[in-house]
C-alpha cells in the first residue's frame, strides 16, 4: 500500500490552461504539504496544511490553490499554467507540522507546460 | 534555520562505506541534524538524524563532530541501490517553520 500517492505522475499541457494534481495519504498524518523541485533540484515547500487548515504558504502565485476536503487528501491546482510553473510537484505529510523524522513524501508528479 | 554546504558529487565502490560530508556552521544548539535522499524519479526518504551524540540505525550511521559545525553521513557498504541525492538539513526539532533542501550530494556508486 502506498503511503502517501499523488496522481498523475506526469502532466503535459498547453500554457494558459488548468490543471489539478491530487494527492491522498493512508497514514493518518495531520500535516500535508506541497514541495516544488525545480530544474537544479532545489526542493522548496509550497503549501503545509495542518488538519485541512492553511498554516504555510511560501510566497507563491494565486494561481496556486490548494484544496484539503478532509485531512486526508491535500490536492493543488493550477490556474492559467505559464512556462515556468514546469518542474517536479512533491505531495508529503507528516504526523505534526515540521515532523522531519517522519515526513513521508509522494512519488512526485513532473509537469510540463508547452 | 542554519545553512548547510555539501559537495555537489561523489563516487564510491559497490560494497565499501560511503562517506558524505555536511557542514553546518551556524548550527544551534536546538537544531538536529537530518539526512535524506532521494532515488531518481522518487519523492525524498528520512535516513537519519541526530543532535549531538552519533546515530545508528538500520540504513545509516552519523557522525557529528564534537563542537557540532559538521556531521558524516556513512553507509557502511554501499550497493548500487544506495545511488541517489543524499541532502543535508538542519534545523529545530519539529519546527513548523518551512523546511527546505538544498542541491544535495548526488552519490553514485560504482560495481
Known amino acids: 500500500d502506498t503511503a502517501v500517492s499523488q496522481t498523475p505522475k506526469y502532466l503535459v499541457t498547453q500554457m494558459g490552461n488548468d490543471k489539478s494534481i491530487k494527492c491522498e495519504q493512508n497514514?493518518?498524518?495531520?500535516?500535508m504539504y506541497w514541495y516544488k523541485q525545480d530544474s537544479k533540484k532545489f526542493l522548496k515547500i509550497m503549501f503545509s496544511y495542518n488538519n485541512k487548515e492553511l498554516i504555510i504558504n511560501e510566497t507563491v502565485p494565486n494561481r496556486f490553490s490548494p484544496k484539503s476536503p478532509d485531512k486526508a487528501h491535500l490536492n493543488l491546482h493550477i490556474n492559467s499554467l505559464e512556462l515556468g510553473d514546469s518542474a517536479v510537484y512533491f505531495c508529503?505529510?507528516?504526523?505534526?507540522?515540521?515532523?522531519?523524522?517522519?515526513?513521508?513524501f509522494g512519488s512526485g508528479t513532473q509537469l510540463s507546460v508547452l | 534555520d542554519a545553512k548547510t554546504t555539501q559537495p555537489p558529487s561523489m563516487d564510491c565502490a559497490e560494497g565499501r562505506a560511503a562517506n558524505l560530508p555536511c557542514n553546518h556552521s551556524t548550527i544551534s544548539g536546538n537544531e538536529y541534524v537530518y539526512w535524506y535522499r532521494q532515488i531518481h524519479s522518487q519523492g525524498p526518504q528520512y535516513i537519519i538524524h541526530g543532535l549531538k551524540n552519533n546515530e545508528t540505525n538500520e540504513m545509516a550511521s552519523l557522525i557529528i563532530t564534537e563542537d557540532r559545525k559538521s556531521s558524516t553521513l556513512i553507509l557502511p557498504h554501499a550497493t548500487l541501490r544506495d545511488t541517489a541525492v543524499y541532502y543535508c538539513i538542519v534545523r529545530r526539532y519539529s519546527s513548523a517553520s518551512k523546511i527546505i533542501f538544498g542541491s544535495g550530494t548526488r552519490l553514485s556508486i560504482r560495481p
Open positions: 497514514l493518518g498524518h495531520d500535516t
Open positions: 508529503a505529510s507528516s504526523p505534526l507540522t515540521g515532523d522531519l523524522e517522519k515526513l513521508f
